[in-house]
Antibody
């Protein structure tokens, strides 16, 4: 069955970087786009960007341009999202989610990774 | 970017009743609209894509309609497990954008 398993919770200081991983199983990793979405405590969902695991091509939300980097390692079917220059308002649960095509909804989601930014 | 507006923010419904709520896009998204359900402490779950197609394993009591800028999600007979927050998302344009959510609570 399809599974997206994310790395564990992180606590970071302001100004630091965090790298969250998302390991895929149960399907062909390079056949689906991987999106990243975050959710601040008690808030709604915010789309951050996506990566094409086949080509490595990315699209990022303007808000995160220059701070976010999405990469993948096809040999281990894992996608990564790195966010730099962390601020307190980056405290959120970060989700990876796959989509079958360029224009498609995300059908399977990871369990989420809580990133806490605090001095 | 396309702004997605959901209404109402909260809907109080009794089990067995019908729940209907809306999502409006600031510009057309064709039928590239999805609905997600999220329960506390869980990841969102895809319910509807293409505005009206149920995702795998989603019960028939969930139905979606609309195209362009106006969309509706209907739950025909609310079950206890349906009390949750529902989000719409457009995937027609970059960046992908979500509505702010509708919370369905027990009346």
């Amino acid at each position: 069955q399809v599974q997206l398993v994310q790395s564990g919770a992180e606590v970071k200081k302001p100004g630091a970087s965090v790298k969250v991983s998302c390991k895929a199983s149960g399907y062909t990793f390079t056949g689906y786009y991987m999106h990243w979405v975050r959710q601040a405590p008690g808030q709604g969902l915010e789309w951050m960007g996506r990566i094409n695991p086949n080509s490595g091509g990315t699209n990022y939300a303007q808000k995160f341009q220059g701070r976010v980097t999405m990469t993948r390692d096809t040999s281990i079917s894992t996608a990564y999202m790195e966010l730099s220059r962390l601020r307190s308002d980056d405290t959120a649960v970060y989700y990876c989610a796959r989509a079958p095509q360029v224009v498609a909804a995300t059908d399977y989601w990871g369990q989420g990774t809580l990133v806490t930014v605090s001095s | 970017e396309i702004v997605m507006t959901q209404s109402p923010a909260t809907l109080s419904v009794s089990p067995g009743e019908v729940a209907t709520f809306s999502c409006r896009a600031s510009q057309t998204v064709s039928s590239n609209l999805a609905w997600y359900q999220q329960k506390p402490g869980q990841a969102p779950r895809l319910l509807i894509f293409g505005a009206s197609t149920r995702a795998t394993g989603i019960p028939a009591r969930f139905s979606g309609s609309g195209s362009g800028t106006e969309f509706t999600l209907t739950i025909s007979s609310l079950q206890s497990e349906d009390f949750a927050v529902y989000y719409c998302q457009q995937y027609n344009n970059w960046p992908r954008t979500f509505g702010q959510g509708t919370k369905v609570e027990i009346k």
